[in-house]
């Protein structure tokens, strides 16, 4: 079976993320601070992932839902350009997916849940 191009293009992001991980959970922090707990920059580095795979999620979903919804959308004003305003609004929509995902990687990242 032929791998098209982009089957090939996304493994890209998924090498660099696990270089990323990998270097992030591997590497000792330079100029760190001698704690007690011991595994207190562990824990700092496996939040600071999973905010980044939070706002990931987010704007990942956001685009996938957007490609389908701005190439119906574009069909749509080129016949009946009246409609732009309703094609706007459900273009938007899905824009609350980011923002969702930034907002869950703040909390995370502060600490407040």
Request: glycine residues 14%; charged residues 10%.
């Amino acid at each position: 079976m032929k791998q098209s191009r982009y089957s090939k293009l996304f493994m890209i992001p998924v090498i660099a993320g696990a270089a990323l991980l990998a270097f992030t959970l591997l590497t000792p922090q330079a100029f760190a601070q001698e704690n007690t707990t011991g595994d207190a920059g562990l824990n700092k580095s496996l939040v600071a992932i999973a905010a980044a795979i939070a706002i990931a999620g987010g704007l990942i979903g956001t685009g996938n839902a957007q490609q389908g919804i701005g190439a119906a959308g574009m069909g749509i004003i080129a016949e009946k350009p009246e409609k732009f305003g309703q094609v706007l609004f459900f273009f938007v929509i899905p824009e609350t997916l980011w923002i969702i995902g930034f907002v869950l990687g703040i909390i995370l990242l502060l600490g407040i849940l």
